[in-house]
């Protein structure tokens, strides 16, 4: 079975600074994708980035990037100059045999100005 | 906007009582997933359809079944409710189910509190 573990429940930085938010993750598929989405208040999940486990190169999408370890199962998410906007509820994600998506319990992230 | 329509936003109900979510799916996607969130149970896949056939069960109760129907827009059953139905119920599309589903589209959900 698929199990997502994060194991900072709670994370705060500074705005226009750099945070890592920790994902490790065990799925018995051989091939997956891995994902983090974002939470804010509103309690819509948005999709923030994704990556195929084929993919050697880490996915990036404008200030939000990826640092994929494939063999320690490692995922984690790098949010450069965070912003106030930021602030939310993520949560690291993989995919299971059927599509549906196996989640983290979350980590919060609290942005201070 | 995800596309992925959710009724009602907003629900609240007596213990034993039974109610009925909504989804709408993106337009195309094919698959619908449904999850719960509760604060002891965190993000929960509960049961998926694909085209209208139950492709994938997770944690979901016996108390509660889902359909998927010809226009593919799926409901999510709850009877018997307890208090600790209580939570928020998401749907999710994406055009195809499999491990090579790309992507999945989340609705807004619907916050059930039952009483």
């Known amino acids: 079975a698929q199990t997502v573990t994060q194991s900072q429940p709670e994370m705060s930085v500074q705005e226009a600074e750099t945070v890592t938010l920790s994902c490790t993750y065990d799925?018995?598929?051989?091939?997956?994708?891995l994902f983090w989405y974002k939470q804010p208040p509103s309690r819509q999940m948005i999709l923030v980035i994704r990556?195929?486990?084929?993919?050697?190169q880490n996915a990036t999408e404008n200030r939000f990037s990826v640092n994929f370890q494939k063999a320690a199962k490692s995922f984690s998410l790098k949010i450069s100059d965070s912003q106030l906007g930021d602030a939310a509820m993520y949560f690291c994600?993989?995919?299971?045999?059927?599509?549906?998506?196996?989640f983290g319990k979350g980590t919060k992230l609290s942005v201070k100005p | 906007d995800s596309g992925v329509t959710q009724t009602p936003k907003h629900l609240i109900t007596a213990t034993g009582q039974r109610v009925t979510l909504r989804c709408s799916p993106r337009?195309?996607?094919?698959?619908v997933y449904w999850y719960q969130q509760s604060l002891d149970q965190g993000l929960q896949f509960l049961i998926q359809?694909?085209?209208?056939?139950?492709?994938a069960k997770g944690n979901i109760l016996e108390r509660f079944s889902a359909q998927q129907f010809p226009d593919l827009h799926s409901e999510l059953n709850l009877s018997s409710l307890e208090l600790g139905d209580s939570a928020l119920y998401f749907c999710?599309?994406?055009?195809?189910?499999?491990?090579?589903?790309?992507?999945?589209?989340f609705g807004q959900g619907t916050r059930l509190t039952v009483v």
């Open positions: 999710a599309s994406s055009a195809r189910g499999g491990p090579w589903a790309p992507r999945a589209f």
């Open positions: 799925t018995s598929e051989s091939d997956y994708y």
């Open positions: 990556q195929e486990a084929y993919k050697q």
């Open positions: 994600a993989t995919g299971g045999s059927q599509g549906n998506l196996i």
């Open positions: 337009s195309g996607d094919l698959s």
């Open positions: 359809y694909y085209n209208g056939e139950e492709r």
